[in-house]
């Protein structure tokens, strides 16, 4: 059975840093597209970033230069870095499979940035 | 980017009614190479992550009730749930993959 397990949010200042796990089971993370997608407070869903099999990453504007995915094959876990951390970040990040439509996702991890 | 536009925002409907959710891109999601259009449909429950109903515009998902059905072409784009029942109440995302990076959602419709 495909599973992913989101862990590692939480409340955080502006500025500062996290780094969200995606744990997958089922599958391999190496094999697949992994992408984090956000949902903020009562907002819609907004994709952040895409992390290829071979290797390529892409991200939405919003969040170049400060967030970067990767994975450790090893335990089958995709991250997410996420620095210089804005109020406008605040949302559920949803970690999800795939390469055109999107049909695993996690359960999401909240993540608060406030002062 | 391709802009995805969900009309209406809300609708109520009676059990065993039909619901229409209609999406329009703002530019074509049909691929002429393979004649595909590059749309999918989402069902996400309060409290829950999105869950996968219909890819490429019209095909469901394994395990996806035959009530929900999608159709459209081009930049126009329809998810029918034919025979409203209580578990289907939730809100509806469309969500194009023609111009991947971004991935682009529209704003959600809530059925109630």
């Known amino acids: 059975e495909v599973q992913l397990v989101e862990f590692g949010g939480g409340l955080t200042q502006p500025g500062e840093s996290l780094r969200l796990s995606c744990a997958a089971s089922g599958f391999s993370v190496s094999d697949n597209y992994m992408n984090w997608i956000r949902q903020a407070p009562g907002k819609g869903l907004e994709w952040v970033s895409i992390l290829y099999s071979a290797g390529s990453t892409y991200y939405t504007d919003s969040v170049k230069g400060r967030f970067t995915i990767s994975r450790d094959n090893s335990k089958n876990t995709v991250y997410l870095q996420m620095t210089r951390l804005r109020a406008e970040d605040t949302a559920v990040y949803y970690c999800?499979?795939?390469?055109?439509?999107?049909?695993?996702w996690g359960q999401g991890t909240p993540v608060t940035v406030s002062s | 980017d391709i802009v995805m536009t969900q009309f209406p925002d809300s609708l109520a409907v009676s059990l065993g009614e039909r619901a229409t959710i209609n999406c329009k891109s703002s530019?074509?999601?049909?691929?002429?190479?393979?004649?595909?259009?590059?749309l999918a449909w989402y069902q996400q429950k309060p409290g829950q992550p999105p869950k996968l109903l219909i890819y490429w515009a019209s095909t469901r998902e394994s395990g996806v009730p035959d009530r929900f059905s999608g159709s459209g072409s081009g930049t126009d784009f329809t998810l029918t749930i034919s025979a409203l029942q209580a578990e289907d109440v939730a809100v509806y995302y469309c969500q194009q993959y023609y111009s991947t990076i971004p991935y682009t959602f529209g704003q959600g419709t809530k059925v109630e």
């Open positions: 530019q074509s999601v049909l691929y002429r190479s393979d004649n595909k259009n590059y």
């Open positions: 999800a499979r795939g390469g055109n439509w999107f049909d695993s």
